[in-house]
């Protein structure tokens, strides 16, 4: 059987070279708050004439909304967010765009103000500590009945929080290099991804389970590396099959909910790698130490 629990270290190093990347990018350009988190307004319209997205953001500038973010839905149609704007305002801008570019098509207007904007800001701090705090304590729970459930828990969290940061940090470049704002569908895609994560885990931890109570092995190691090759196959057909989902929905969709789609992704890509290569081997670390494999352990039992 492959030795994959012996590796374990180097599982550990590129986990945290990426969280090294992911934090420095965090700590750097920070996440961009949408008018969600911020307050602003935000307008969707289409154009019945062909329009560049740059020619868009000049006119958009020359008529007093510099601080103007224009992102591309579809052929023709467009999210523009601004400060937010009176009613008046909305007036002005949709007169100047209908002036310079012809008719104008208006399928969505949302404002939110800086009160309503803390209070969500709050109310989704709140949303993702009680999630947390709610799978530690299922964990704890579902694996009571195991020697020290609380490693299986506090390795699923660690896990989670892997995953959690490692897409905020890239959807930070993102925002710098590519002007990507979090919004409610941001925070959407990371609580999908924790539902995912930790989902995966839970497989493989109840296979460790499984094989504990079957005698697969006297040693921690040798469990958990049979584990991980069980349920290798599974994680990963899950996982493809939900990227391939994704890619029709990116494809089709579009804009409307790209922010979800590419945070949704990126947690799967490395939601895969954690559940089946991380977790796991957090474990079998905690019980035999850092190092160590599988094949050194059977020749010290047959010594």
Known sequence: MIDLVGKRLWYFIISGVLLVIAVVALSVFGLK?????????????????????????QALGDAGFSDSIVQQTGEGNFIIRVHEITTA?????????????????????????????????RNTAIAVAVALVGIMLYIL??????PK?????????????HDVILAAGLFALAGAFLGW???LMFITGILSIVGYSINNTVVVFDRIRENQHRGVSYDFNQVVNHSMVETMGRCLNSGITTLVAIAALMFFVGGS???????????????????????????AAWETGITGNVKSIEAKAKA
């Open 257 to 283: 909910i790209e922010n979800f789609l590419v945070v949704l992704m990126i947690g799967i890509i490395v939601g895969i790698f954690t559940s089946i290569f991380v977790s796991p081997t957090i474990l």
């Open 181 to 183: 704002e979090v919004d």
């Open 33 to 57: 708050p949408g008018i969600e988190f911020s307050s602003g307004s935000i307008l969707n319209i289409g154009f019945t004439q062909t329009v560049a997205q740059a020619d868009l953001k």
């Open 149 to 161: 459930p609380f490693r299986y828990s506090i390795a699923a969290i660690i896990a989670l929080a």
């Open 89 to 121: 305002e909305k007036t002005v801008l949709e007169n100047t765009l209908t002036d310079q570019f012809g008719e104008i098509k208006e399928s969505a207007f949302d404002s939110v103000s800086p009160t309503v904007a803390a209070e969500t800001v």
């Open 141 to 146: 729970w579902a694996f009571r009945k195991m």
